[in-house]
C-alpha cells in the first residue's frame, strides 16, 4: 500500500536554530498538507499545498514556516528560528479531504 | 468556527467488551466526518469515514453513522480486542478541504 514517508522520525533542536522537516507524499497525489500535535493536545492544521502554491494555511503558520516542493517528489516544512514552543510531532500527509488522506508517521521535533 | 467535540479518555475495556466512542460536531454546510486512529508510535490511519447524512462508514468491526439530526458521529465496535488500543480521533471537512480534529480519546483494552 503506497505510505507518506517522512524524514527524520526525530529531531532535537536548539532554540534559535532553523529546520527541516522533510516528506515524500504517495506519488500521484497533488494535494499536500502540514499538520502538528502538540504533545496531549489535539492534531492542527498548519497548511496546504497544492499546484506549487499554498492553497490555505492557518494562524499557527506564520513567516517563521515555510513549504515547499523542491523536486516533484519532496515536500518540506521549514522553521526558520524555533522556539521552544515549536516542539510537536509535525505530520505530513498527502491526497484529498473527502477521500480521507494518508499521513505519514511523523516527526517529532523538540526544541531545546 | 467548525469544532469537533470527543468525549475524554482514557476508556478503559477488557477485551470483547462494546464499544463507544462519542463525537458531535459543529459545522456550517455539510462536512465530511472521519474516525482516524493513532497506535503508539505510529502515524494517524484512516479508519472509517461517511460523506453525507445517514452515511455509515465501517472499518475493521468498527462502525459509524452520520447523523445530522444530533450532529454526532459516535464510533461503535461490538467486541473489542487488546490490539485495538490506541488513541482514536474524529474529525471533519469543511469547505476549505482541511480537517478539523476532536481532541483523541485513547482506549485501553485488556485481555
Known amino acids: 500500500e503506497p505510505e507518506v514517508t517522512q524524514t527524520p522520525s526525530h529531531q532535537v533542536t536548539q532554540m534559535g536554530q532553523e529546520v527541516i522537516l522533510r516528506c515524500v507524499p504517495i506519488?500521484?497525489?497533488?494535494?499536500f498538507y502540514w499538520y502538528r500535535q502538540i504533545l496531549g493536545q489535539k492534531v492542527e492544521f498548519l497548511v496546504s499545498?497544492?499546484?506549487?502554491?499554498?492553497?490555505?494555511k492557518s494562524e499557527i503558520f506564520d513567516d517563521q514556516f515555510s513549504v515547499e516542493r523542491p523536486d516533484g517528489s519532496n515536500f518540506t516544512l521549514k522553521i526558520r528560528s524555533t522556539k521552544l514552543e515549536d516542539s510537536a510531532m509535525y505530520f505530513c500527509?498527502?491526497?484529498?479531504?473527502?477521500?480521507?488522506?494518508?499521513f505519514g508517521s511523523g516527526t517529532r521535533l523538540t526544541v531545546v | 468556527g467548525n469544532s469537533v467535540t470527543q468525549m475524554e479518555g482514557p476508556v478503559t475495556l477488557s477485551e470483547e467488551a462494546f464499544l463507544t466512542i462519542n463525537c458531535t460536531y459543529t459545522?456550517?454546510?455539510?462536512?465530511?466526518l472521519f474516525w482516524y486512529v493513532q497506535y503508539p508510535g505510529e502515524g494517524l490511519q484512516l479508519l472509517l469515514k461517511?460523506?453525507?447524512?445517514?452515511d455509515k462508514g465501517s472499518n475493521k468491526g468498527f462502525e459509524a453513522t452520520y447523523r445530522k439530526e444530533t450532529t454526532s458521529f459516535h464510533l461503535e465496535k461490538g467486541s473489542v480486542q487488546v490490539s485495538d488500543s490506541a488513541v482514536y480521533f474524529c474529525?471533519?471537512?469543511?469547505?476549505?478541504?482541511?480537517?478539523?480534529f476532536g481532541t483523541g480519546t485513547r482506549l485501553q483494552v485488556f485481555p
Open positions: 506519488s500521484n497525489h497533488l494535494y
Open positions: 500527509a498527502s491526497g484529498q479531504t473527502i477521500y480521507g488522506y494518508t
Open positions: 499545498f497544492y499546484n506549487n502554491e499554498i492553497s490555505e
Open positions: 461517511a460523506t453525507k447524512a445517514d
Open positions: 474529525a471533519l471537512s469543511d469547505i476549505t478541504d482541511k480537517l478539523i
Open positions: 459545522a456550517t454546510g455539510y462536512p465530511s
